[in-house]
Nanobody, 118 residues
Framework: QVQLVESGGGLVQAGGSLRLSCAAS????????MGWYRQAPEKQRELVAT???????NYADSVKGRFTISRDNAKNTVYLQMNSLKPEDTAVYYC????????????WGQGTQVTVSS
């Protein structure tokens, strides 16, 4: 069994910062790409940022220059540092990971709410 557990969401004023964490646990052989996605009310889930096992990153245009994704491979944990937050960043944030037990499969966390007030 594999679990992804997110933490760090909350309520913040516009211009503020939050740091999200997502730890993978369970029977894990290795982890390939990890990422963060978000879903606002009545909108589709969208990619925020991804990071490979080697540290290469990719960001949505809407968060470039404000968000930073990183990971600690020893802890099976991915982070999302969010600065200069805007009300339009309000959403439920989900982490995902491509995890190998026997074969690679995609796993999702339960989501953490981020609310940015104006």
């Amino acid at each position: 069994q594999v679990q992804l557990v997110e933490s760090g969401g909350g309520l913040v004023q516009a211009g503020g910062s939050l740091r999200l964490s997502c730890a993978a646990s369970g029977s894990i052989f290795s982890i390939n790409d990890m990422g963060w996605y978000r879903q606002a009310p009545e909108k589709q889930r969208e990619l925020v940022a991804t990071i490979t096992s080697g540290g290469s990153t990719n960001y949505a245009d809407s968060v470039k220059g404000r968000f930073t994704i990183s990971r600690d491979n020893a802890k099976n944990t991915v982070y999302l540092q969010m600065n200069s937050l805007k009300p339009e960043d309000t959403a439920v944030y989900y982490c995902n990971a491509n995890i190998r037990r026997v074969a690679y499969s995609i796993y999702w966390g339960q989501g953490t709410q981020v609310t940015v007030s104006s």
